[in-house]
């Protein structure tokens, strides 16, 4: 309500399927209901370009700006065009000036500010019908005489959008006896219009309405939330035209999930009744089935085993949250009951100690996450005087999202080497009366520290520091004694390390993956993982 002095442009990446996420969470409705600008990129020129726009336009009308990249646009590689830096826009920015009209928001002022974001967000309807992207592709009229007389077109956004362009020029070379049109398939040989929705908030209303005069039938294909199509049968109703409306809706397209060319092309051929070819299905060999694990080396890994080890037999509960830390869960470690979003497993394990006394409450997590999200819910276990343990997973980076530095590295995003925040500091200010450190790699102390943990009273914190080892070089490689070996697998069955092979009856070394962290040279029963480095020899 407050709107914005300088461009604020907020880009949250969309994951259909969903590939990486918990949910599949659809900004373009999010940004309705905010009644916020939302730009949808359909590719990777259009993303760099559309930012720029997006910027412009924040400045331009004061509003917050979203932008809206899915998977495909988010992990696209391309060669773009890019603007030489005399091209580059520079603004000196003013600071900030004093007044309290526009930046004390009180319930007066909301209810100004609301009416003008209302009538600022119906003339931008109209605004963006005429934006460039917000575009209508049309049809050669040649294919009309290949249907059925009824009127078709086909209403996309975002990198759906993208298939359907190509589903539509793919059609058309396949219509008309196999003839391209013009000796080419472009913009003008498409089977049906297509229009591109590039702003689905606020929707370019003015040209949906040229776009759907005319026209009998229209489907949309779009992923997530049904909102264009949803738009697009209020347009009819507003303007009291009789085109049918298609899409998640009627069943035409799919409710959840991503969408991918073929399928969105098949469904593009049963609207507009062409028929494809039939093709042979295409025997494949079976992939191997290839789980997410920890890396060879993980320090996380050390830190699940030694807090196992130490609850054996007893009744326990082990909440996890976001990061990589999440492959807690897989066998053999079997360590993660709970996940549900970042700092959830604070809340969680401190509910549960209330409910049930019984039973010994862990969370676990990542040093970035404490952080961002883990903070108030420690606060909040020890006002509340919880029972439960919290595992800071202290690895010295945000390790599953790109190696980003965090408050606890001392060193910021733009490289400047800082004071860090201190875990252990901050623990303690909260009120925390135990709190340790401890490597994991160490494992019998790792494993003594978290028993001695489990026994004092109250909010109790171990922090296991050790760092990733993407960011430390490896220390040598762990070596087995096929003398000593007796092929019992505790080393493979109870830590699930991907360097760690079974060969002829033997446990075995992948040197191409071990890092030397030793951890499994401390649970081998009769010692035949050797360590060359701290002096020991592979003696047959």
């Not at 412009?56 to 495909?72: G, H, I, N």
């Not at 005319?214 to 949309?220: F, Q, R, S």
């Not at 093709?279 to 920890?294: A, F, S, T, W």
Request: glycine share 8%; with cysteine.
């Amino acid at each position: 309500y407050m709107g914005v002095k300088g461009g604020l442009v907020v880009l949250v990446a969309d994951d259909p399927g969903p590939i990486s996420s918990q949910t599949e969470q659809d900004t373009r409705t999010f940004a309705a209901f905010s009644k916020v600008p939302v730009f949808d990129p359909s590719g990777t020129q259009e993303a760099y370009e559309m930012i720029q726009e997006a910027f412009a336009f924040s400045e331009k009308y004061q509003t917050p700006v979203l932008l809206r990249p899915t998977t495909r646009v988010s992990h696209g590689y391309a060669s773009i065009q890019v603007k030489d830096p005399e091209e580059y826009q520079t603004h000196i920015p003013e600071g900030f000036v004093k007044d309290s009209s526009r930046w004390v928001i009180f319930p007066r002022l909301s209810n100004i500010n609301h009416r003008k974001i209302e009538e600022r967000n119906a003339s931008l309807s109209h605004i963006l019908s005429a934006y460039e992207r917000n575009r209508i592709y049309p049809a050669d009229q040649r294919f009309q005489e290949k249907t059925d007389g009824i009127r078709r077109g086909i209403a996309s956004g975002g990198f759906s959008f993208t298939y359907a362009m190509e589903a539509l020029q793919s059609l058309a070379a396949k219509s008309c006896d196999n003839q391209l049109l013009d000796g080419k398939v472009g913009e003008k040989g498409l089977p049906a219009p297509l229009f591109k929705v590039s702003t689905p908030f606020p929707f370019p209303e003015d040209a949906a309405v040229t776009f759907l005069s005319g026209l009998d039938e229209v489907l949309c294909v779009e992923e997530l939330d049904p909102v264009i199509e949803r738009e697009l049968v209020y347009v009819c109703g507003k303007h009291h035209l009789n085109t049918k409306i298609y899409g998640k809706l009627s069943g035409h397209m799919p409710l959840s999930g991503e969408n991918s060319l073929q399928d969105v092309k098949e469904r593009i051929a049963a609207f507009l009744k062409i028929e494809l070819p039939v093709k042979e299905p295409v025997q494949l060999p079976k992939l191997p089935v290839r789980p997410p694990v920890l890396c060879a080396g993980c320090p996380h890994r050390a830190s699940f085993f030694a807090v196992k080890q130490a609850m054996q037999g007893k009744k326990t509960i082990f909440c996890g949250d976001i990061g990589c830390y999440t492959l807690g869960n897989a066998m053999p470690l079997d360590m993660v009951d709970t996940c549900l979003c970042m700092g959830a497993g604070l809340g969680i394990a401190q509910a549960i100690s209330h409910l049930d006394k019984e039973t010994a409450c862990f969370a676990f997590v990542g040093d970035s996450t404490f952080f961002a999200s883990a903070i108030p819910g420690v606060v909040n276990a020890v006002y509340n005087q919880a029972e439960m343990t919290l595992v800071v997973l202290d690895n010295s980076t945000t390790a599953m999202t790109g190696h980003q530095p965090h408050p606890g590295t001392g060193r910021t995003m733009m490289g400047d080497v800082v004071a860090a925040v201190d875990t252990e500091q901050v623990l303690r200010g909260i009120g925390l009366r135990y709190v340790k450190t401890v490597n994991p790699l160490e494992h019998q102390l790792a494993v003594e520290t978290v028993k001695e943990a489990v026994k004092e009273p109250g909010v109790k914190a171990i922090i296991f520091k050790s760092p990733c080892i993407a960011i430390t070089k490896p220390q040598g490689k762990m070596q087995v004694s096929s003398a000593a070996c007796i092929g019992c697998k505790k080393c493979i069955r109870s830590l699930g390390c991907p360097a760690l092979v079974f060969e002829n009856g033997k446990a075995a070394i992948d040197a191409s993956q071990c890092t030397g962290c030793g951890l499994c040279a401390q649970i081998c029963p009769t010692g035949a993982i050797l360590d060359p480095g701290k002096g020991g020899r592979q003696d047959d």
